[in-house]
């Protein structure tokens, strides 16, 4: 059974910085896309940042117009973590986080093409 288990959201304010964990378990992730996707009420569910491995055997990220300079992807573990450090935080960076793990190399922005989701984590960003 794959799960994917957040850590690290909470409360913060304007201009603080945040780090998000997710660890996946049950299968391997090695060469596949992860990432992170967020949902803020009322809001459909948005891609973040993801990671993707391409023909030379790495890993490279890419980012939402939106928090594109502010955040960092990356991973860790084996393959099998996905991290995202959040820095100069917005209020309109508040939202569900939700870590995403993808069934290829690719990793998708559209969240229908997701394969596996974490529980997610909330993110309060005060003004």
């Known amino acids: 059974q794959v799960q994917l288990v957040e850590s690290g959201g909470g409360l913060v304010q304007t201009g603080g910085s945040l780090r998000l964990s997710c660890a996946a378990s049950?299968?391997?992730?090695?060469?596949?896309?992860m990432g992170w996707f967020r949902q803020a009420p009322g809001k459909e569910r948005e891609f973040v940042a993801g990671?993707?491995?391409?023909?030379?055997?790495?890993?490279?990220?890419v980012y939402a117009d939106a928090v594109k300079g502010r955040f960092t992807v990356s991973r860790g573990g084996a393959d099998n973590t996905v991290y995202l450090q959040m820095n100069s935080l917005k209020p309109e960076d508040t939202a569900v986080y939700y870590c995403?793990?993808?069934?290829?190399?690719?990793?998708?922005?559209?969240?229908?093409?997701?394969?596996?989701w974490g529980q997610g984590t909330q993110v309060t960003v005060s003004s």
């Open positions: 995403a793990a993808a069934l290829n190399s690719r990793f998708p922005f559209d969240a229908a093409e997701i394969g596996y």
């Open positions: 049950g299968r391997t992730f090695s060469g596949k896309g």
């Open positions: 990671t993707s491995w391409n023909f030379v055997r790495t890993y490279y990220a």
